[in-house]
């Protein structure tokens, strides 16, 4: 299934109805299975399913790595999950990160310069988040998608699977930064969470507590710093 298909509409301006040509975003109702017991059923954009299933399961705390999972099936929107022998057996909690990482305020500023450009689906219909996982120097996994957890779990997928060392990473959001995906970034390590819009208070103090630096308001050259902002060298 394509990502967009196109429509012809009514667009209403001062003076009456024209008809136009537009772009409109798909959307697919997936479920992941693991040991055949569901765990979750979700409305996204087709493409990266099979490293959507990877991010929600690294982030939920059910791998830590590609090797945890021994089989991946899909039937008709459902993916089948069973895990090796070496993945945790019960879900990983968020702990407290012990990374390091320094990143410049310009370099977080260009990472969202960059990832709000590339995110081409949006410009075309308006109907997606975009989220990317970048590192000093590049922007290491980017995915869009209509659900902004999705986008995020597809992003976190694309990343683990391509060698990504999360604690010297950068997370960027098109989106607001509710409690649950900041927990879901920190169970992974990332230690920089920043977004184009505002986060919870909830998000905050679980921030604060788990040594994560969290960026709301990115944009226009400045943003907003709500939890450890030494990591800026603040």
């Excluded at 929600?56 to 899909?74: R, T």
């Excluded at 590049?138 to 604690?167: N, Q």
Aim: hydrophobic content about 45%; aromatic content about 6%; some cysteine.
């Amino acid at each position: 299934m394509p990502i967009t298909e196109n429509a012809s509409i009514q667009r209403y301006e001062p003076g009456g109805l024209a008809r136009i040509d537009d772009t409109l975003v798909t959307e697919l109702n997936v479920a992941i299975q693991l040991h055949s017991k569901e765990l979750i059923r979700a409305t996204c954009s087709p493409g990266h399913l099979h490293e959507w299933v990877i991010g929600y399961l690294l982030s939920e705390g059910y791998i830590a790595k590609p090797g945890d999972v021994a089989e991946i099936e899909e039937a008709d929107g459902v993916f089948g999950v069973r895990l090796s022998d070496l993945a945790p057996t019960e879900p990983r909690e968020a702990a407290r990160l012990e990374s390091e990482l320094i990143v410049e305020p310009q370099r977080v500023l260009d990472i969202a310069r960059g990832v709000v450009s590339q995110a081409d689906v949006f410009h075309r219909t308006g109907g997606t988040h975009a989220m990317a996982i970048a590192t000093e120097h590049e922007v290491f996994a980017f995915a869009e998608d209509i659900s902004r957890t999705c986008a995020l779990e597809k992003a976190l997928g694309i990343a683990l699977l391509e060698g990504a060392e999360f604690g010297q990473c950068v997370a960027f959001l098109s989106s607001r930064v509710p409690s649950r995906m900041l927990i879901k970034l920190a169970r992974c390590g990332i230690p920089i969470v920043a977004a184009v819009s505002a986060p919870t208070a909830d998000a905050v103090r679980i921030a604060e507590r788990l040594n994560v630096c969290l960026c709301g308001f990115v944009r226009d050259e400045k943003m907003n710093v709500y939890a450890h902002g030494w990591r800026l060298g603040l």
